[in-house]
């Protein structure tokens, strides 16, 4: 069983940076992609980044582009969300999630099986 824990998520000051982590247990790290989604209260889960197995493959939604970076350890089978220049509408509860589906990259969240508890991202004004 696949299982995912987020960790990193805190209170910062508009313009701050953040790292998130998500460590997985029980995949092939090498084999199986990990995405980045995000929901604040009264709005649906966003699609942030995804990384493939191997690290070659990224996917950024436009919301984002420029000022998050996904990465990953594959030793550690952990995958970290870098977050620059932070605004005060990027607070929400971030998940990380993985999909069953070998060699995959998805960026639907209906296209993810596994995902972590969330962690809460509160960016002040």
């Known amino acids: 069983q696949v299982q995912l824990v987020e960790s990193g998520g805190g209170l910062v000051e508009a313009g701050g940076s953040l790292r998130l982590s998500c460590a997985a247990s029980?995949?092939?790290?090498?084999?199986?992609?990990t995405g980045w989604f995000r929901q604040a209260p009264g709005k649906e889960r966003e699609f942030l980044a995804a990384?493939?197995?191997?690290?070659?493959?990224?996917n950024y939604a436009d919301s984002v582009k420029g000022r998050f970076t996904i990465s990953r350890d594959n030793a550690k089978d952990t995958v970290y969300l870098h977050m620059n220049s932070l605004k005060p509408e990027d607070t929400a509860v971030y998940y990380c999630?993985?999909?069953?589906?070998?060699?995959?990259?998805?960026?639907?969240?209906?296209?993810?099986?596994?995902w972590g508890q969330g962690t809460q991202v509160t960016v002040s004004s």
């Open positions: 999630a993985a999909p069953r589906l070998i060699f995959s990259l998805p960026t639907k969240s209906r296209d993810y099986d596994y």
């Open positions: 990384i493939s197995g191997s690290g070659l493959r990224i």
């Open positions: 029980g995949r092939t790290p090498s084999s199986y992609a």
